[in-house]
């Protein structure tokens, strides 16, 4: 009977010693799989300059953010504007509609067929006028002096 116990013991001391092996493996295989993952990682940060690109992308976040306030500022006041003409318009509208009225009544007033166009007189163009400059004295025409007679 002392056999059998002890065949037990060696049976779990065998069974340990597989359940162990099996955990190294497992320890063995974690412990590649996170080397291969370090080098992996290395061979990134020793490829790409990712610092210097955020930095990059971060001035032109800031420009593009500048930009944009600009702009708003100018649609603001464009939209200012906007309203004050929009304002002004409906005025000058309100006013021909309350004088329109007035108009319509002033030039259906005179019948067309009594008007009589005036005949065309022929005119002699203007003559252009010089320039006046800073340096230059005005040129003025002397007046002609218009000698009366005497009366007798």
Known sequence: MNNNPLKEVIQWLEEEIHSLEGEINVRNETLNSLKHLIDQLNSFEDSSDYKVRCEQLEHELETEKQRLVKLHDHYRKIESEYSQIKAELQGWQNWFYKNKEIYDRLF?????????????????????????????????????????????
């Open 108 to 152: 259906t007033a005179a019948p067309i067929d009594t008007y009589e166009p005036v005949e065309r007189q022929s005119f002699e163009p203007l003559k252009p006028r010089p320039i006046k400059t800073k340096n230059e004295p005005v040129k003025t025409k002397k007046k002609k002096r218009i000698k009366r007679k005497k009366k007798e």
